[in-house]
């Protein structure tokens, strides 16, 4: 029941020992586990800053190579950076990993990293309709320019 932390400042703080620096997440590749990207989905859900501090320091420094070998966990991963992008102070932080993953992308599925990252500059419901071009220009270029068409 990590997913209502917030309502407890208690369990709140409990959730971002976790998420932090010495928490579970960063080490061990435990974000790569079926039972890691699980409780982590719950814990970013309680507290998206810390969830996002975490991928940050994970996810965010991971090689190309480990990307794309990123299959154990990754769903989780994207439908946690989906949720985070809800919240506009981690709008491009969470954009930014999403197309970290889009660009070391390895799932066919409609809702991968790469076409999730496309729906946060969608007009209408799911999307901010912000401009993606906009975006990138801001916040550097991408490894994969044909990634955004």
Known sequence: MFVYAANSQAALSIVQRLLGEDGPFQHNDYLQTELGAHFFFALAQASPEAALACLKRTVGIW??????????????????????????PLFA???????????????????????????????GPGGGGLSTVGFLRKKGTTRRPNLVR
């Open 93 to 123: 932080d969470a954009a930014r990993l999403l197309l970290t993953l889009g660009e070391a992308e390895n799932e066919s599925w409609a809702n991968n990293a790469s076409r999730e990252f496309v729906e946060l500059f969608s007009p």
């Open 63 to 88: 090689s190309e190579e480990k990307l794309q070998q990123f299959t154990v966990g990754r769903r989780e991963i994207v439908w946690a950076l989906e949720r985070i992008a809800m919240w506009r």
